[in-house]
């Protein structure tokens, strides 16, 4: 009849299930049944789509249909139900009809697992933001194919997840998935952990071990911080993925690599191949379909469900619930994330150790993410943040203070009338430097307040609108002294 799919048989009437598995044998289909304990386990185990005969059942069907959406179900009793993996019931149990309705199955399966995919994706990657749903519709893209896939981006973006994701969706779902950073592990230990080593190869090699490769036989091989293997590895992983055999250490019996591989890197590899510091022959073996994961200061959008995932997460480790109002999150959205979701990772565990059971406000979270903070490099701030953050306060009119305190600096340095303006300085064809200017005006309204408040920081702070620890890192960072 044509189906390629197994059946799974999960009903307590012995003997229909006895009659069902002869139909199904002299069809020559694939079945299985057995305790109820083993057939739950066989569905949530079951990578593919199976075809289930449900009959009697110890819980609710739509508990089971939609707790085990990716498979199809037919029913071998009438039930009050409507699910789109039910395809029917299965009231005579003949030939023909049994026939009909496997014949309906294969059709639903590939609608089956797309749904499979889209639950993987939604459940690996958390985000709706533009540059996510476009990583997703990479993945889908390359998850069913052999090639070899590179993923790009910074420190902490969830390269790893991504990694999982294609492999999950892959052809080699059902194989392992074996990872390895090849920045954590010694020059000369990396060939044997990819590799492994033969008995005797070499001092403390007791007894013969498998590698990364052999390990990973018929799955995924991820090769994270694939920038910073020696260039001696890099030739001999070069010609494993020409030729697709290796050899152990000290072993001289070629092994089959049937693995597929996905690299990994923060650095720039086009950069290191212009310094002879990466090969570029392994460069273009690797990256056949590149990815590139978005830093998360542009999936701000995504924060919210980040957070809930997370939250989600270290609940099981911490025994604690937390939350984060409006306010603590509109403040997480405005810092820059220099480490991306694993630091909002750690952000959110400490949070779980400092506020258990409570909700998060942006007086809670640490300083430099309340979205006052000053960053160590004065370039890294927008100008008119900088100025403004002098007079950041309960109860004050940022815009107004900013633009009369503005006008008020002019009207000390520049000459009345010049260019016509209102105390502007005139930019004139070398123009000027903002930032520079900027920076002055602080630095003297910083000095103001120092001296109007006879070096008390504290008091100064107060003039100033901002908080005594904001005060002190402007101090240090510019060097200001008591006199």
Known sequence: ???????????????????????????????????????????????HTMTVLLGETDSLPEELLQEHAQHVFITLEPLRVTAA???????????????????????????????????????????????????????????GKQANVLLLGESGTGKEVIAQAIHSLSQQAEGP???????????????????????????????????????????????????????????????????????????TRPIKANVRIIAATHRDLESMIREQRFREDLYYRLNVFPITA????????????????????????????????????????????????????????????????????PMDLPEKYRGDHVPESFDDMDEQAALASIFSGDGVDVDHEVASFFDMEMQAQVPAGVNGDAHMPELGDEGINLKEMLAGIEVE????????????????????????????????????GRE
Not at 9 to 24: G, K, V, Y
Not at 40 to 45: D, W
Request: aromatic share 6%; net charge neutral; hydrophobic share 40%.
């Open 1 to 47: 009849m044509g189906f390629n799919g197994c059946v799974l048989i999960m009903d307590h009437n012995q003997e229909r299930r006895s009659r069902l598995e002869a139909i199904l044998s002299f069809m020559q289909v694939e079945w299985r049944s057995g305790s109820r304990a083993n057939d739950l386990a066989c569905l949530r185990e079951q990578p």
């Open 85 to 143: 993996n039910l395809l029917g019931t299965l009231n005579d149990l003949t030939y023909d009809e049994l026939t009909r309705l496997l014949g309906q199955a294969e059709h639903w399966r590939p609608v089956a697992q797309s749904h499979k995919q889209e639950q993987c994706l939604k459940e690996l990657l958390v985000g709706e933001s533009p540059s996510m749903q476009a990583v997703k519709g990479l993945i889908r893209q390359v998850a």
């Open 177 to 251: 998935f074996v990872p390895i950073n090849c920045g954590a592990i010694p020059a000369e230990l990396l060939e044997s952990e990819l590799f492994g080593h033969e008995k005797g190869a070499f001092t403390g090699a007791v007894s013969a071990r498998k590698g990364r490769f052999e390990l990973a036989n018929g799955g995924t091989l991820f090769l994270d911080e694939i920038g910073d293997m020696p260039l001696p590895m890099q030739v001999k992983l070069l010609r494993v993925l020409q030729e697709r055999t290796f050899e152990r250490v000290g072993g």
């Open 294 to 361: 978005p830093p998360l200061r542009e999936r701000r959008d995504d924060l919210s469900l980040l957070l809930t995932e997370l939250i989600e997460r270290h609940r099981a480790v911490h025994h604690v619930d937390l939350g984060f109002t409006p306010a603590a999150v509109h403040a997480l959205q405005g810092y820059h994330w220099p480490g991306n979701v694993r630091e909002l990772s750690n952000l959110v565990e400490r949070m779980m150790i400092l506020c258990p059971d409570k909700q998060v406000e």
């Open 445 to 480: 309204m910083i000095g103001r307040a120092l001296d109007a408040s006879d070096g008390v920081v504290a008091r100064a702070a107060e003039h100033l609108g901002m908080r005594r620890t904001t005060l002190v890192e402007k101090i240090k960072k510019y060097g200001i």
